[in-house]
Each structure stands twice: as structure tokens, then as C-alpha cells.
């Protein structure tokens, strides 16, 4: 049985690698807070731009078109890491990655809704990129070939926080990207438990 990391902060699960992530993932990632800021949004082509369409409706993403926002609230509690993310003002789509194991050997779980992603984690330059390995319906594991293949890291860039999500799935291609560049909002550092 794999286990839980003895507390489900970043901080822990990464140990001392958690210094090789830039210092403002960090300072989110230990303390939280409310990153706000403008995204782009695209889809496939074809069934894969149909199949784009109706998963950005269940994760909240709204079409492709100028303006659109972004708020992600991220903390840590008892039970994991939260990220809570708002596109334009709308329905809250929330997801609780808890820690299995440590780096760079474990992974997380990413829990929203009916679905759970089994992710690895590399650091790359600074940045945090995720890499689905298995997911799970209800609990009950896909077969590896319909694992989505998604490429998805955050990572700072001339002091903001660049984040970029594409999801491709077999046979299909690209069905869903978004990215962008979020800020800090100023009074963001949410109250969270002391785990460290």
C-alpha cells in the first residue's frame, strides 16, 4: 500500500528538493494565497474540438474570446493541497491534490468530482510540471492508453505566474489549452494550518 506523505504540504512531500522550485512557487505553495489574471483558451479541431467543448463546460472554462480571467485560491489543510479556480467570476471549480509518497518517486492525487489523476511532478528550470500517469473514474482505474496526455506547469516568469494546461487525448489530439499569466493579489496570503 503506498503511503501518505505525514503531512500534505508541498513542502514536506518535496523535502529538500523543495528549494530547487523558484522562490515565489514556494511562498504560494507553503503559505498560500489568490492568484488573479487574464487567460487564453483554445480547442481542438474537428470531434477533438467538440470533446474540448464539453470538458471545458464541466472544469468551468469558458470559449475562446478576449478578456477572459482567471482566479486560482490555493491553501494547504489537513486534508491536502486545494486549488479553487474561477474563470470570469463564474462557478468555482475545486480540486484536492493529496501527496502519496515523496519525491521524486510518489506522485499526487488530483480529486474532482468523479475523476482522479494520479500525477508525478518534475522540476524543471524552477517550475512545477505535472505528468498524468493513471486516472480513475469513481475509483476504478482507466486503462494507461486513455490516460489524457497532458502537458501542464507553472512557473514564474518576469515575476508573474505563468501557468499553461493543454489536454490531448488518444486518437483525438489536442481537446482543451488554456494558460496565462496571473499576479499575486496583494492581501491574497490565506489563513492555512501549520503543517511543517
Do not use: C
Not at 56 to 82: C, K, M
Not at 94 to 112: D, I, K, N, Q
Not at 159 to 186: C, D, M, T, W
Amino acid at each position: 500500500m503506498l503511503s501518505i506523505a505525514q503531512s500534505p504540504s508541498a513542502q514536506n512531500w518535496f523535502g529538500s528538493a523543495f528549494e530547487q522550485l523558484h522562490p515565489q512557487l514556494q511562498a504560494l505553495h507553503r503559505d498560500g494565497g489568490t492568484l488573479h489574471g487574464k487567460v487564453e483558451v483554445g480547442f481542438g479541431s474537428g470531434i477533438g474540438r467538440v470533446v474540448g467543448k464539453m470538458l471545458a463546460r464541466r472544469l468551468g472554462v469558458p470559449p475562446p474570446r478576449p478578456g477572459n480571467t482567471l482566479e486560482v485560491t490555493i491553501y494547504n489543510d489537513a486534508q491536502g493541497l486545494h486549488w479553487n479556480r474561477q474563470f470570469n467570476n463564474g462557478v468555482e471549480f475545486r480540486s484536492l491534490f493529496t501527496p502519496v509518497g515523496v519525491f521524486p518517486s510518489g506522485h499526487w492525487l488530483e480529486r474532482s468530482g468523479f475523476m482522479t489523476l494520479a500525477l508525478q511532478v518534475k522540476i524543471i528550470n524552477g517550475g512545477w510540471h505535472w505528468q498524468p500517469t493513471r486516472s480513475f473514474v469513481f475509483g476504478v482505474p482507466l486503462p494507461r492508453w486513455t490516460v489524457p496526455r497532458t502537458v501542464a506547469y507553472k512557473e514564474i516568469v518576469q515575476g508573474r505566474y505563468h501557468f499553461s494546461v493543454e489536454i490531448a487525448l488518444p486518437l483525438l489530439g489536442k481537446v482543451l489549452s488554456y494558460q496565462g499569466n496571473l499576479e499575486l493579489r496583494a492581501s491574497s496570503a490565506h489563513s492555512v494550518v501549520s503543517l511543517v
